[in-house]
């Protein structure tokens, strides 16, 4: 049975103010790069200003800002209470050379979807968040432990924001952590790790004509990506993510038909399992280029652009089996625990907190990074009372 407080606070969430919350942030190009998220954060600080809560805009870079936000406990003196920390990401991708039918920045709404980009990955999640917090509040709850929400800048690139959080201290009392990514309100217990590597081979210029004169740079980059067929990861199956992948995202080589390349360069996109090591991973990829370029007279280099560990939860930890409780609570369904393949600001807070993680946001992971993204606006609804009836669960609520 619903505690009475949580039950007013989950009657107080107006359908109306929550898409009209979430179309104020669908406005706003946070596209990275630049992602400019200092925008999306102070409307945010507005919003919860409004309500009656305080949040901080905290610059990371000129024009890119994360935002922060608590609602303290009655025990905030207290150094052992529980503080569960909301987190979400405030840039976009882009919009893509597709044409959209619905305006990408419109949050345009066609019966349950609500269009726009963001609306799944992820300022839906964000918003829903904000939104629980907010609707706490109204209701008077007090809560036992501490509730707090970091918006950050630059996930979709490079994490900046996070980093910035784990660095600045910001988050270090965490006890247990959500991150609403898209996951169909799904409890994601695990994903990826992401290791982007920026690949160059250099030959030597020469006339078309005569290419025997010169090294071909192309030609060394394509036996190097013939040999990655035949490249078998070191790794132990995960129960939940499987097995790694690598995909050659962009190539690029050359100046014009007629001349022997002499710089072709390669981005390489490998997510990896737990128990991987990436270090162990760029040595022999380095090695197996070096051992195609050797024999054709050219050089090369490999530089790391990303490097994000995989994040795993234990399934039988607590916090998640009260997670699955309040779904199966709320929704009247069984969810088992799953993982997935993308990566989150977990990858930062996860090594730096050694806390439970659970990604769960309203969003569908399938429309992430599409065209004409778009959002359940009913299970973004359903986001808001998950998010602060788990808050409650986990925090507790002061008796009055």
């Not at 409004?50 to 610059?59: F, I, K, N, Q, Y």
């Not at 050694?354 to 004409?372: F, M, N, R, S, Y």
């Amino acid at each position: 049975m619903t505690n009475p407080r949580v039950q007013k606070a989950m009657e107080l969430i107006n359908e109306q103010e929550a898409i009209d919350f979430l179309r104020d942030l669908i406005a706003i190009n946070s596209v990275n790069p630049p992602g400019a998220e200092a925008a999306v954060a102070e409307v945010i600080q507005s919003h919860l200003a409004r309500a009656g809560l305080r949040a901080e805009v905290d610059e990371v870079l000129p024009g890119r800002s994360n935002v922060l936000a608590e609602l303290t406990g009655v025990a905030a003196e207290n150094k052992d209470q529980r503080v569960l920390v909301f987190s979400g990401h405030l840039d976009t991708v882009p919009t893509g050379n597709i044409p959209w039918k619905h305006d990408p920045f419109g949050g345009e709404r066609v019966g349950n979807k609500m269009y726009g980009r963001g609306t799944t990955d992820m300022k839906g999640g964000v918003a829903a968040m904000v939104l629980a917090m907010e609707y706490l509040h109204r209701a008077g709850i007090k809560l036992q432990g501490t509730l707090r929400f970091a918006g950050t800048a630059g996930e979709e690139v490079d994490c900046l924001g996070a980093k910035a959080v784990a660095a600045r201290g910001q988050v270090d009392d965490a006890t247990a952590m959500v991150i609403s990514e898209p996951s169909s309100n799904r409890p994601f217990i695990a994903h990826k790790g992401a290791l982007w590597l920026d690949i160059v081979t250099y030959g030597k210029t020469a006339h078309g004509s005569m290419p025997e004169q010169g090294v071909n740079a192309i030609t060394a980059m394509a036996r190097f990506i013939h040999e990655l067929e035949s490249y078998s990861f070191t790794y132990e199956h995960h129960a939940l993510l499987g097995s790694p992948t690598m995909n050659v995202g962009v190539i690029q080589g050359g100046v014009k038909t007629n001349v022997v390349p002499d710089q072709c360069s390669l981005m390489l996109d490998i997510r990896t399992v737990p128990g991987q090591v990436h270090a162990t991973i760029v040595d022999e990829l380095k090695q197996l280029l070096i051992s195609v370029c050797e024999p054709l007279g050219a050089q090369c280099e490999i530089r790391v652009a990303n490097d994000l560990p995989a994040v795993t939860t234990d399934a039988q930890h607590p916090f998640i089996a009260l997670s699955q409780g309040t779904m199966q609570h709320l929704w009247g369904t069984e969810e088992p625990v799953s993982g997935v393949n993308y990566y989150t600001d977990g990858s930062i807070y996860g090594p730096h907190l050694q806390v439970p993680i659970l990604i769960c946001g309203p969003g569908e992971p399938t429309l992430a990074h599409q065209p004409d993204e778009w959002i359940d606006t009913e299970r973004y609804l359903d986001s808001i009372r998950f998010y602060l009836t788990l808050a409650a669960a986990y925090l507790g609520i002061e008796e009055q």
